[in-house]
C-alpha cells in the first residue's frame, strides 16, 4: 500500500495549526505542523509534498521561508495563507514560486483541492526526475565500454559537447555504437527532460522522407486525411538523431538544409511556419564527403551537419576494449541463458580477440549472446564460440606462417589434424566436426599419416 504523502503546515496561531492539520489528515494525509519559520527550517527527515505556509509570522516571516525552501527543494509546491488580501502580495509570493495564494478564512473546499492538485503535481514531478534518472543511467556516457586510447578520446568529445546545442556528426562503421553515443550526448545534456527521437533515414522510402520528417498537412497527398507532425515537431525541447543521413534523397536534403538554416520549417503541403528549438545529430557509416565529391550529397547541408565531428573506432582498431565488452555481455545476457557464466576459457578470448570483426560491437554481442545458450557454467569455452571463428583462426594460423617455407598441402593437413587431436583431446569426434569432415575419412587420413590418438580416446 502507497504511502500517504506528507504534509507541512506552519502557522504562528496554535488553532488555526489544530484546524487545519484535521481537515488535511481527514483528506488521506499525514500532518507534521510547526510553530514558527525557525522551527520548520530547521526540520529534518521525511521531505514533504506540499507545505501550507502561513505568510505574517514573528522573526522570519512567510516570504523569508517561501525563499528559502525553494532554494533547499526547487520543485516542492508551497501554498501561501495570509488573513490580508493583498494583490501586491499576492504577485510577490507568486513570482517567488509560490503553488497558491489563499486568503483566511480559508474555503475548506478551496484549501483541499488547491492541496490535492498540489500533491499530484510533486508526485509527477518526482516520478518524471525518477525515469529520467533511469535513462540518463540506461544511455549515459558510463554506459559505454571501453578504455582504449581510441574510446578515451570519444569520452573526451562527447563531453565537450553536452554543455551547448552545438550540431554533432558521429562517423563510424555499422554495429560500432554510433546511437549509443548520440543516446550518451542528448541525455547527459541540458535537454535530457525532453525528448529523444531516432531516425534511420534508410529505412524510410524516399517519397515518405519529407513527410516522415518535416510532417504534412491533411491532403497534402492521396492517403494524408489527417494532418502529421514530423519527427522534427516530435523532438521539440529534445533532441534529434538523423541516423545514416547519408541515405536522405535530394529533396529532403534541401528541406533539412533549411531547417537548419532558420530553425523553422513547413508541414508538407502547408504554408504556416513552425517554429523549432531542437538539437540535430546525425550519423552516418559512408565517408560523407565522398558522397559529396561524388555529387551524391550537398556541400551545403554538409557543412551543417558536420559541425563537431565524432569518429568512432571500429572494434579492431580497439581490441584492448573486448575483455571488457565480452564481460559486460555476459552480465547482460546471462538471465536469457538460465545460468552463471562467471568466466572466458583463455582460448576462447583469445580466438574473440584475434577476430576483425567486421560488424564491430554489435557482431561482439551477437556472438556472445549466442553462445551463453549452449555453454555450461561457469565458464565460456572456445568450443561455444560459432565454429566460423575457429575455423578462421585454424586459417589464420596457417597464413602466419608465411611464404617462407613452402610445403604441400599433405603437410599442412596432417599438421591440421594433429592440431586438432592436440586440441580435443583426442575426441575423434569433435575433430572430425571441426575440420569438417566425417569420422570415415578422418580414420583413413589417421592410416595416412600414421597418426593415433592417446590410448583409450576416441
Known sequence: MAEKPLVWIVDDDAAIRELLSFMVAEDGCRVESFLSGAEVLAASGAKPAAVLLDLMMPEIDGVEVLKELRRRLPALPVIILTAVSDIARAVEVTKLGAYDYLTKPVDKD????????????HSLEQEVGRLRGELAERYGLRTIVGSSAAMRKVYDQIERVLESDITVFISGESGSGKELVAKAIHYGSLRAGGPFVDVNCAAIPEGLQESELFGHEKGAFTGAHASHPGKFEQAAGGTILLDEVGEMSPSSQARLLRVLQERCLTRVGGTKTIALDVRVVSSSNRDLAQLVGEGRFR??????LVVFPIELPPLRRR????????????????GDAGRRITRVEPAALELLMRHDWPGNVRELENVIHRSLLVASAPELKRDDLPRELAAERDRAVLADEGPGELRSLEELERQAIERAIDHFGGNLSDVARQLGIGRSTLYRKLEQYGLRPAKGED
Request: aromatic share 12%; proline share 3%.
Open 110 to 121: 478551496r484549501l483541499l483541492t488547491t492541496l490535492r492538485r498540489a500533491v499530484t503535481q
Open 319 to 334: 581490441r584492448e576494449d573486448i575483455p571488457a565488452l565480452v564481460e559486460h555481455f555476459l552480465n547482460k545476457y546471462a
Open 299 to 304: 556541400q551545403d547541408l554538409y557543412y551543417r
